[in-house]
C-alpha cells in the first residue's frame, strides 16, 4: 500500500492526537519503545508532550479526590458489551442504544482524557468539545457533543497492550496488534494490569454516568469474551454481525483512513487486505468459541441488515432477551432517533470478482455460519 500524503483535498481532520489525553508514563513508554516518528508529526508530538504535562497536577488531584473511593471497590451495574468485528454496525446500535435514560456511555470527554474524567474534564468540557470533528473520519457518520465513544482509545491512553498504538506506530503493527486484541506476547502480569485499569476506568465511568449500566463497544471485545464475562460475571453480550463481503470492503477504508489520521510512522509496508483477511478467523473464532455455551440471557446475535430492515423489533428482541427492563419506556427515544437518521448517507462499495474470491477462500465458513451470499448491489457501510 502506499503511503497518502496530506493534500488540500485530504487534510487531516483531527484537531489533536488521540494520545494528548495519555499520562506522562504511558507516553513515554510508548515513544522511547517504538522507533522513530515522522517530521511531519513533530507537532502532535509537542502537542501530545504538553498536555500530559499540564495535567499532573490535576491527575494528582483526581486521585486524591476518587481514588479511595474508587479503590474501595466502589462498582455500578453490570455492563453490557456490543460485540462485533470493527465495521459491522457496532457503532449503529451503540448509538442507537445510548438514547435510552437508562444506559450509561462513554461520553466523549471520558474518551478524550480519561485519567481527568471527573475533574478537568468537566470544567473544560465546552472547550474541548469544540476540537471533536464534525464527522467520523472512516465514514460519514456525525460526531455530536454526546456521541457515545469506543474505550479502546481511551485505555491506550492509560495502558502499554493496544490495538490503537498499532495505528500510532505502524513499524510495529503485528506486534502491536496481537498483544492489544489477543494479549499474544504480554506477561501475565501486563494482563493483570490491563484488567485492573479497565475495572478502574469502569468505575469512573460509573461515577460520571450517576451507576446507570455502562453500555461498552470495542471490536476488540469480541475476542474477549471469556476474560471478560470473568471480570463481570453478570454482564450482558449483543453480537451484531454483518456480511463478509461488506466488511472486507470497508475494512480497506477504514485502516486507510485510521494510519493516515493517526499514524506516526510510514505505514506503506504494511498489506491492509492480508490484514484484515487473517484477522478476521481468529476473532470470530474466539467468539463463537467463547459463546457457544452462553446462557440465553446474557448474549444475544443479530445482524446488521435485521437491525436496519426491522430497528423496533430487534431492539425489543435485544431487551426481552437480555433482561433490560420495560422496552416500552424507551420505544419513542428509539423511534426518535431512527427518524433522524434516516438521511444519513452509507460510504458506497462494489464488490469485484477478486474481492469474492479472497473472502469466499479465507472466510467461507463464516459466510456460511451467518447464511450470507454474495451481495447483489451496491450497498454502503457502517
Not at 504538553?50 to 481514588?67: G, H, K, M, Q, T
Not at 504480554?186 to 478502574?200: G, M
Not at 476506568?201 to 463497544?217: A, E, T
Amino acid at each position: 500500500m502506499k503511503k497518502t500524503q496530506p493534500t488540500e483535498a485530504r487534510r487531516r481532520k483531527l484537531a489533536t492526537h488521540p494520545l494528548c489525553g495519555a499520562d506522562l508514563k504511558t507516553l513515554l513508554r510508548l515513544f522511547f519503545s517504538n522507533g522513530a516518528i515522522e517530521r511531519e508529526r513533530f507537532v502532535d508530538l509537542l502537542m501530545i508532550g504538553s498536555s500530559a504535562a499540564v495535567r499532573i497536577p490535576f491527575n494528582a488531584l483526581e486521585r486524591r479526590l476518587f481514588d479511595r473511593h474508587l479503590n474501595n471497590g466502589m462498582a455500578g451495574k453490570a455492563p453490557v458489551f456490543i460485540l462485533g468485528h470493527w465495521r459491522s454496525g457496532t457503532t449503529h446500535l451503540y448509538n442507537i442504544l445510548s438514547k435510552a435514560p437508562r444506559f450509561g456511555y462513554l461520553p466523549p470527554i471520558a474518551t478524550g482524557i480519561p485519567w481527568n474524567m471527573l475533574t478537568l474534564g468537566r470544567w473544560l468540557e465546552p472547550l474541548l468539545l469544540k476540537t471533536l470533528p464534525s464527522e467520523r473520519f472512516i465514514d460519514n457518520v456525525p460526531v455530536m457533543p454526546d456521541s457515545p465513544q469506543e474505550d479502546e482509545i481511551a485505555l491506550a491512553n492509560m495502558t502499554k497492550p493496544s490495538f490503537y498504538h498499532g495505528l500510532y506506530f505502524p513499524s510495529r503493527f503485528d506486534e502491536h496488534f496481537n498483544r492489544g486484541v489477543y494479549f499474544r506476547g504480554c506477561a501475565p502480569l501486563e494482563v493483570e494490569n490491563w484488567k485492573q485499569t479497565f475495572q478502574y476506568f469502569m468505575r469512573k465511568l460509573s461515577i460520571l454516568q450517576s451507576g446507570r449500566p455502562i453500555l461498552v463497544k470495542n471490536p476488540v471485545y469480541t475476542a474477549r469474551v471469556s476474560l471478560l464475562q470473568s471480570m463481570y460475571p453478570e454482564a450482558k453480550f449483543i453480537h451484531i454481525h454483518r456480511n463478509p463481503y461488506r466488511v472486507f470492503e470497508s475494512m480497506k477504508n477504514f485502516y486507510s483512513n485510521l494510519f493516515h489520521e493517526l499514524a506516526f510512522q510510514k505505514y506503506d509496508h504494511l498489506s491492509i487486505p492480508d490484514i484484515v483477511l487473517e484477522h478476521y478467523p481468529r476473532i470470530m473464532d474466539r467468539l463463537i468459541s467463547d459463546t457457544e455455551h452462553m446462557r440465553s440471557h446474557q448474549f444475544i446475535e443479530l445482524g446488521y441488515d435485521e437491525l436496519n430492515q426491522r430497528p423496533l423489533s430487534v431492539l425489543r428482541e435485544i431487551y426481552k432477551r437480555l433482561e433490560l427492563g420495560a422496552f416500552e419506556e424507551d420505544e419513542d427515544i428509539f423511534t426518535e432517533y431512527l427518524d433522524s437518521v434516516k438521511r444519513y448517507q452509507k460510504n458506497p462499495y462494489s464488490h469485484d470478482s477478486e474481492t469474492i474470491e479472497k473472502v469466499n477462500r479465507h472466510w467461507g465458513n463464516y459466510v456460511d455460519h451467518w447464511g450470507y451470499a454474495v451481495p447483489g448491489k451496491q450497498e454502503g457501510a457502517t
